[in-house]
């Protein structure tokens, strides 16, 4: 990472550490021999860097550790690298909870965390909210279409509340009734249809005694117009 | 875990110095990757006394084996991350070790803050009560000139002139390493040199 050109002096550091680019190792050594004053300045550098180094070697040389401090050193570093690498692979969660604090993911993560929180959250809501309740209004004209001439069964509403079947009845009633003089055996098939359907239903609420349910259902009528 | 357990309970042999002076870093990186914590012992026995010094010169004596400490388990961690081909062209495994060490050393600064800048004078006094700080008293007065010189420079020359010394690494490669211009890390490291040669009159 370079700022631009380099410094006089820097370079001339440079020249002396050996880090020079060989075109401009060559023109330094060009200028440094054709000039006194900047061959003396190198000289001066020189002489500082030599002094350092070598203060630095004798003074580590002279406070240089004990083989045996050294050596107890070493080992409890070595030691602590293995005790380090097996709790790595160690299926313990609790030792490897402290290394999981430290190598958090990074910080993006939770807001898309949290958004896909959100949007779960909603969507499990919207997949499993209640039905609203249908009003009988609702129930009385939604879904019901009478059929046509050919005796096709109306459809009736999905719904199983209790309005819903007597709005059934009454279609069929009316219904029967529309067919009953101009064909009484297509009058005859929607009345044993309507006990069929009936039937069905208490089949549904109960199925241990589906004859008792068909006879006390309130809802049961014989055809009035029998 | 297999690896690992394997490497500690079979007791390799010392191997010789001749042996242990051969494989290069790299290998021996390339070895404590697949679980050898043999290769980490000769790694660490290896760069213990400049690794161990640069810190302490940074860091001081107290925590020096602590921040050492670290840097190695750091080493470990990112074992896998090291990439023999492109440490080579900057530097190899020992500038690798030294960038570990010198984040090592800055998060200690960073943890430390002003605490650190207003018990400075304090280290001084207090090293020479540690057990280890001997060789402050073991040195001769020129040695000592020298480290309180040393220790009176500014973090960021202290740096620069301690990475160079004990890592030998390029000035280029020291500029990448503390992300400054190359500029900037040759005139830290000059004026560090003028100033100890001040300080040493």
Request: charged share 25%; with cysteine; hydrophobic share 40%.
């Amino acid at each position: 990472m370079t700022d631009g050109p380099l410094d006089p002096t820097w370079m001339l550091l440079m020249y002396l550490a050996g880090e020079l680019p060989p075109k401009q190792r060559a023109e330094m050594d060009r200028r440094v021999s054709t000039d006194p004053a900047l061959r003396a300045e190198l000289d001066e550098l020189r002489a500082l860097h030599g002094n350092f180094e070598a203060g630095m070697r004798e003074m580590d040389a002279s406070a240089a550790v004990r083989l045996g401090s050294e050596g107890m050193a070493v080992a409890r570093i070595t030691r602590a690298m293995r005790e380090h690498g097996v709790r790595r692979e160690s299926d313990d969660d609790s030792l490897l909870l402290p290394r999981r604090i430290l190598h958090r993911p990074p910080a993006w993560v939770y807001p898309i965390a949290a958004m896909l929180l959100v949007g779960l959250t909603y969507v499990g809501w919207w997949a499993f909210k209640p039905e609203p309740r249908r009003t009988v209004a609702e129930n009385s004209t939604s879904g019901s279409t009478v059929g046509g001439g050919d005796g096709s069964l109306a459809e009736r509403p999905s719904t199983n509340s209790s309005s819903a079947n007597e709005s059934e009845s009454a279609m069929f009633a009316e219904l029967e009734q529309s067919f009953t003089d101009a064909n009484p055996t297509q009058a005859q098939s929607l009345r044993s249809l309507r006990l069929d359907e009936r039937e069905a239903r208490d089949l549904s609420v109960s199925r241990n005694d589906p004859l008792q349910v068909l006879f006390n259902d309130p809802s049961f009528e014989t055809s009035t117009d029998e | 875990m297999t690896a690992a357990i394997k490497s500690m309970s079979v007791r390799e042999p010392q191997q010789p110095n001749d042996v242990a002076v051969v494989e290069s870093d790299e290998a021996l990186m390339l070895r404590l990757r697949t679980g050898d914590m043999g290769a980490g012992d000769v790694l660490v026995k290896r760069y213990y006394q400049p690794l161990a010094r640069y810190i302490q010169r940074l860091a001081g004596v107290q925590v020096a084996e602590e921040l050492l400490q670290q840097t190695w388990l750091s080493v470990l961690d990112h074992a896998d991350k090291f990439d023999p081909q492109a440490a080579a062209g900057g530097g190899g495994f020992k500038a690798w070790l030294f960038r570990i060490a010198t984040n090592k050393v800055n998060d200690h600064w960073r943890s430390r803050g002003r605490e650190r800048s207003a018990t400075e004078g304090l280290r001084l006094i207090y090293d020479d009560q540690m057990p280890h700080a001997g060789h402050r008293l073991e040195g001769t007065e020129q040695q000592q000139k020298l480290l309180a010189a040393i220790e009176q420079l500014p973090d960021s020359q202290r740096q620069v002139l301690m990475l160079r010394y004990y890592s030998g690494m390029k000035f280029v490669e020291i500029a990448a390493l503390l992300g400054c211009p190359l500029n900037t890390a040759l005139g830290r490291m000059h004026k560090a040199m003028l100033k100890l040669k001040d300080l040493m009159k």
